[in-house]
């Protein structure tokens, strides 16, 4: 697999995905940032899944929705209609695409580490792996103030406050690891992985043996796994796992402000759906929301220092190999002032409906 965050990656708007194969718990994350992003807009919807027991549960799935849109689209549109009728101020839908970022990584907590994991980052994640990594230093304006993002450990600290809910009370925050041995010693040149650099770079200087296999035997390609669903795709989705119309959110209130206009809605559209609740679902029964559906009360979901090495870093004027002792001494810890994905740009206000759902 490939590492870093070359610059067409960051720089594309159209690109989508969905596979969540990692998961940012609240508290700190430890992850190894390996390659990307890709950027996706994500459309979660619920639907009904016989567990294996024979019950049916609610859970979550998603649409990799293209830049010209998908079916779901119209349904999210009456939604926000509905719920500004009800005097909802800065009416939103659960059906409104989600921008996330697709990252590979290696989850330093997760179980059978250090497998490689696809995970969707938010925006606040996204920009500040991007601060971080192309700081410069502090000593020496020529070199990178941490390295390249492989090349440390980045603490992501989730935070959940308690009062707002998941959906507008989560922020992050991302540090790099105090240990990190490779503090003002990558050159600034680097920074983006043009291919001449690459050559230069020896990748299993900065993973031990098992980390290193690990990355060589990856065979996910990011950039395939992140394209958008073509409209076939989404509606061979939507047959086999039907919008739930039923869904409940984790307080217990009704997730769809007025189930009567959604079947109607989705009637005209031909999109199947499902009604009713879980265990009478042989007797729909519809159902008006009451009136207060915004208030959630969330369920919160309860290094040592490398040793000093000698790597090769080729400033791209000098043909020969220049060997640099790493010091035993390290940067402070870099924090990036807290801020609300409410807070972020247009793009990071839309709601991160994901995070409503943990048992997707």
Not at 226 to 236: F, M, S, V
Request: glycine share 6%; hydrophobic share 35%.
């Amino acid at each position: 697999m490939q590492l870093g965050q070359p610059a067409h990656l960051k720089d594309q708007i159209k690109d989508g995905g969905g596979l969540m194969r990692a998961k940012l718990v609240e508290g700190e994350n430890i992850h190894r940032v390996l390659f990307g992003p890709v950027k996706t807009s994500l459309l979660y919807y619920p639907t009904l899944i016989e567990d294996e027991n024979g019950v049916m549960q609610q859970r979550m799935r998603v649409i990799k929705r293209p830049a010209s849109g998908c079916s779901l689209d119209v349904l999210a549109s009456l939604d926000r209609r509905v719920r500004a009728s009800r005097g909802e101020k800065n009416a939103k839908s659960s059906l409104d695409p989600s921008t996330k970022w697709l990252y590979m990584v290696m989850d330093k907590g997760a179980e059978g580490y250090p497998r490689i994991q696809m995970i969707e980052y938010p925006y606040t994640v996204y920009k500040k792996l991007i601060e971080l990594e192309s700081a410069i230093a502090t000593k020496d304006p020529s070199k990178l103030r941490h390295g390249l993002v492989f090349m440390w450990d980045a603490i992501i600290t989730k935070t959940i406050d308690k009062a707002k809910g998941i959906q507008f009370g989560t922020s992050y925050d991302v540090t790099v690891d105090p240990e990190n041995k490779y503090t003002g010693k990558v050159p600034v040149s680097y920074l983006g992985m043009p291919e001449e650099v690459k050559e230069k770079i020896q990748f299993d200087k900065f993973f031990d043996e098992a980390e290193y296999a690990a990355i060589q035997d990856c065979s996910i390609d990011l950039e395939v796994e992140g394209k958008p669903d073509d409209p076939e795709l989404i509606a061979q989705k939507l047959a086999e796992n039907p919008i739930y119309l039923g869904a409940t959110n984790l307080d217990g209130s009704y997730r769809f402000p007025s189930v009567e206009k959604f079947q109607e809605q989705l009637d005209k559209l031909g999109i199947g759906y499902l009604e009713g609740e879980m265990d009478k679902l042989d007797k729909p029964k519809v159902r008006e929301l009451e009136e207060d559906t915004t208030k959630k009360k969330p369920k919160s979901k309860k290094k040592k220092a490398a040793k000093t090495e000698e790597i090769v870093f080729e400033e791209e004027k000098s043909a020969a190999e220049v060997e640099v002792e790493f010091e035993d001494d390290t940067d402070e810890e870099v924090v990036i002032e807290e801020t609300s994905v409410e807070a972020e740009t247009a793009e990071a206000e839309i709601a991160e409906t994901a995070e409503e759902f943990p048992e997707w």
